[in-house]
């Protein structure tokens, strides 16, 4: 089973960044436990603060993979782009958040993209994306 993982602006520097909402590990090593948890899933990992090459990237697996686990950062609240692009792929996609937006600013309250996707994980740190994986891993 191939999972990818796709992350959006801002979330390269996970660990850095606003360590009391997004904590203080990098995503690199929480991948890194991801995969050793999961030794029979291929998961490959793609982060972009670019809009186009995050949808380049749901282009290029968005027929192939299992799974796409998408955490779109800022996107998440102004993309009608990515929106459009996980409604024209095969491959199911699930919206992670880190934190749990709907305790934050208002502006983040709103997803364009979550009616595109198969589910909504958020509020559960970086182990959002462990839910994420076992969603794509029990099919749903």
Excluded at 30 to 47: C, V
Excluded at 83 to 112: G, K, L, W, Y
Aim: hydrophobic share 35%; proline share 3%; aromatic share 8%.
């Amino acid at each position: 089973m191939k999972i990818q993982i796709i992350n959006g602006p801002n979330l390269n520097l996970l660990g850095k960044r606003e360590p009391g909402i997004y904590g203080s590990s990098s995503f690199g090593d929480y991948l890194e436990e991801l995969k050793a948890k999961y030794p029979e899933l291929d998961i490959d990992y793609y982060q972009s603060n670019i809009e186009g090459e995050l949808i380049d990237k749901m282009h290029e697996v968005g027929f192939s993979a299992d799974g796409i686990v998408l955490n779109a950062g800022a996107y998440t609240h102004t993309s009608v782009a990515l929106h459009d692009c996980i409604r024209a792929i095969s491959t199911p996609v699930i919206e992670v958040h880190i934190s749990n937006v709907h305790q934050r600013e208002q502006f983040r309250h709103h997803s364009m993209i979550s009616s595109a996707c198969r589910g909504v994980i958020c509020g559960f740190g970086l182990d959002s994306y462990r839910l994420a994986v076992e969603a794509i891993k029990a099919g749903l």
